[in-house]
């Protein structure tokens, strides 16, 4: 805590004012404390009043009412003007304090977690939708839930291309997600929920935007989803040049798959 000190000038002041509240006819008496010269006992040298009364004491007897009516005064505006804040509970959630629903601010439809059931022919059917159908053994060779070398991505698709169906002997149907939250971050999971991509995201309109990329976005009775990726010549012509290059358009079919749709499913994170 602070120490507070008076100094000798405010115990001048102090007693000069008390002085001229009273007219000079009136009685020296009605004068208090150490501002009475008149009536004041003088101790003999080393007594025990002149302990008692030495300046530093005689100061406190005058100091102690005025500092304790100070505080009051102080603490009495501080408690006026102070801000109540809740605290939420130990093992509450963060998202329910930092919300943007809980504040009152409109939620995006788009914000919570989406599962589709991906399987070979839509993927197919995403990629032909989008001008890239001959990406399409490629994704099939590298898509599904096992991993491949670049080495056996080439060799698969090659044999992959010379089949009527790609999707012959492809991999099996497998669930994935895609999650938005309201503080704008996006992210997808595998069938074992292990995030497997993320970025950040802002709604425009009827958009998503990632950077420089744009899906059209449209959520259909609030549960179900659909995406259709924005993509130019360029990136088409980029995606096409040299597969597989990992282009961004291959990147967009892939998150989007077109023509098909996402149901909404629980989310305690979004």
């Not at 998202?95 to 009152?104: D, E, L």
């Not at 040049?241 to 629980?266: F, L, Q």
């Amino acid at each position: 805590m602070r120490k507070l000190t008076v100094s000798p000038g405010f115990m001048q002041r102090y007693c000069d004012n008390e002085r001229a509240a009273f007219s000079s006819d009136q009685p020296v008496g009605r004068l208090a404390g150490p501002c009475r010269k008149e009536d004041r006992v003088q101790p003999q040298e080393g007594s025990h009043r002149d302990v008692a009364m030495r300046p530093s004491a005689r100061l406190m007897q005058v100091a102690v009412p005025i500092i304790a009516a100070m505080t009051m005064v102080v603490m009495t505006a501080c408690t006026s003007n102070r801000t109540s804040f809740s605290i939420p509970e130990a093992g509450a959630s963060s998202s329910a304090v930092a919300s943007p629903s809980a504040s009152g601010a409109p939620v995006a439809p788009i914000v919570g977690r989406w599962e589709q059931m991906h399987t070979c022919r839509n993927l197919v059917h995403a990629f032909k939708e989008a001008g890239l159908g001959a990406l399409a053994p490629f994704e099939v060779a590298g898509g599904g839930p096992v991993d491949v070398s670049r080495k056996q991505l080439i060799e698969k698709a090659k044999k992959l291309a010379q089949q009527k169906d790609v999707c012959a002997g492809a991999w099996p149907p497998y669930r994935h997600y895609h999650f938005f939250t309201a503080d704008g971050r996006f992210g997808s999971l595998d069938q074992n929920l292990q995030q497997v991509d993320d970025g950040t995201y802002k709604v425009v309109g009827h958009m998503l935007v990632f950077g420089k990329n744009k899906f059209r976005y449209r959520v259909i009775h609030g549960d179900t989803l659909t995406l259709e990726p924005v993509i130019t010549p360029a990136m088409r012509r980029a995606a096409l040049a040299h597969p597989p290059n990992d282009a961004v358009a291959e990147w967009m079919v892939s998150v989007a798959y077109t023509g098909s749709t996402w149901k909404r499913v629980p989310c305690d994170w979004c």
